[in-house]
């Protein structure tokens, strides 16, 4: 049953509707219906259930729309707008470009690693007792399962000398932005290019610097943002592990291909994230390939207009929980970190619910 949080709206309800760049969204709604032939999305839990997008997908996967007008219209056609109650808020995200070597050097002495072997998924099934019901990975020992290192022990040496390291940063924190984005280009010393994405964390709660430097009163609170956060450790740079071992979750990463220039990672919906158009959404609330229209008018960080956009949800993560919360992936690369560091902003946020869920609704 669809939730009372969605609710029913028109079209002409969602400002800036006519004006947005459909063709680009169904671009990125035409990735996700590829790739449920393989494996479908898990329903959320506040009803939009995976199997009603059927007729939306495989009218995507038969066409390849360019003109925005006949993009609008089959979105229009097999979806109802619906609001989705309570307050929004939208920060943004996206894939850092950074300098690597493939091996330690003098400069490049921090590395990311790959997953451990006894790094083990968890759930209610096989959690030991006492275990925090959060934790979602555990560690492996002869005497059991037990909490991962987080990342202060791994940061000091407790996963050295096992041959984890995919590549070695020159800084510290650019490696803890890495981990946050969940994914990077690497521009390796040797001349490649190489892609490393997330494969598994060791699963404890994330807690950001920016609270913990605002708690602190190093930063106000309204102030907080990923370039004032770099500021702040460019001049404190003896406070880094101080601030930054706060957070006990620790990333881990794999290698995967850079398929196109133009298009982010491949993501939780297993799908290279489109710039602009990718929403990192709540896994356990929303369905991945839903569509959401996110009206930001105060967010102009976006080529300098307000944000009204059609998006398609396409990812998710730790920090992002609620109906109405999103994360905008904003591309690759510094100018895109510029643009996602800024973002924080309300947002209104209207889900497109496709028509069989909603056969009562506003039309």
Excluded: C
Aim: charged share 20%; proline share 7%; no cysteine.
């Amino acid at each position: 049953m669809l939730s009372p949080l969605f609710q029913p709206a028109r079209f002409a309800d969602l400002p800036g509707w006519e004006e947005d760049d459909h063709a680009a969204t169904f671009a990125a709604f035409r990735r996700s219906a590829f790739h449920i032939l393989e494996k479908p999305y898990r329903s959320g839990a506040l009803g939009i259930a995976f199997e009603a997008f059927a007729p939306a997908y495989a009218e995507a996967r038969a066409v390849s729309v360019s003109n925005r007008n006949i993009a609008r219209a089959f979105f229009e056609r097999h979806f109802l707008a619906a609001r989705i109650a309570g307050d929004g808020f939208v920060t943004g995200f996206y894939e850092p470009e950074v300098e690597a070597s493939p091996i330690r050097t003098g400069k490049f002495t921090v590395p990311l690693l790959a997953r451990p072997h006894d790094l083990v998924s968890v759930d209610d099934a096989d959690r030991p007792a006492g275990m925090d019901p959060y934790l979602a990975f555990a560690r492996a020992t002869p005497a059991g399962l037990v909490e991962y290192f987080d990342r202060a022990a791994i940061e000091s040496g407790a996963l050295a000398g096992r041959g984890l390291e995919i590549a070695w940063l020159a800084e510290k924190v650019d490696a803890f932005f890495v981990h946050v984005q969940g994914a990077a280009r690497l521009k390796m010393t040797d001349g490649r290019l190489v892609r490393v994405t997330y494969a598994a964390k060791s699963g404890q709660r994330f807690t950001g610097p920016g609270g913990v430097l605002a708690g602190l009163g190093e930063i106000p609170l309204a102030d907080v943002t990923m370039q004032s956060i770099r500021g702040w450790f460019r001049t404190h740079p003896e406070r880094i592990d101080e601030i930054l071992w706060q957070n006990r979750s620790y990333i881990f990463f794999r290698e995967a291909a850079v398929d196109g220039p133009a298009l982010g990672p491949v993501a939780a919906a297993k799908v290279p994230l489109t710039p602009g158009r990718s929403l990192a959404v709540d896994r356990l609330l929303h369905t991945f390939g839903t569509p959401f229209y996110v009206d930001a008018p105060t967010l102009t960080a976006f080529g300098g207009v307000p944000f009204r956009r059609l998006m398609i949800a396409q990812d998710t993560g730790s920090a992002i929980t609620g109906p109405a919360r999103g994360d905008l992936f904003a591309g690759s690369g510094d100018a895109a970190g510029e643009i996602a560091g800024v973002v924080r902003s309300s947002a209104g946020f209207f889900a497109l619910v496709p028509r069989s869920l909603m056969p009562e609704a506003v039309r």
